[in-house]
């Protein structure tokens, strides 16, 4: 059972498969973003997927970075178009 991590946009994915029921594998994700000198901006966030059912550890773990990934987008995306309080009501 080997983990798996990747860099992507800013943030290192890190994925642990996890054996589940019937001998099928699930993940759980850490998402951390790096900051000024490389020191953690903000606390890791933790995520488990219990969904899965997939059949190797490998599998598990190549999902997880697709959904780490996924997430990503996701916080970056909600980042660019701002926090309610920082936009007007016209926008």
Known sequence: M??????????TIFVQPIK????LWDFEYRLT?????GSAAQAPMT???TAGGHATAQ??????IEVGRTEVDNLLALEQAGSPKERTPDQ
């Open 33 to 37: 973003r790096a900051g000024e000198g």
């Open 2 to 11: 080997q983990n798996a991590s990747e860099q992507y946009r800013g943030f």
């Open 47 to 49: 995520r488990s997927r």
């Open 20 to 23: 589940g029921k019937d001998d």
């Open 59 to 64: 599998v598990a773990c190549l999902a997880g």
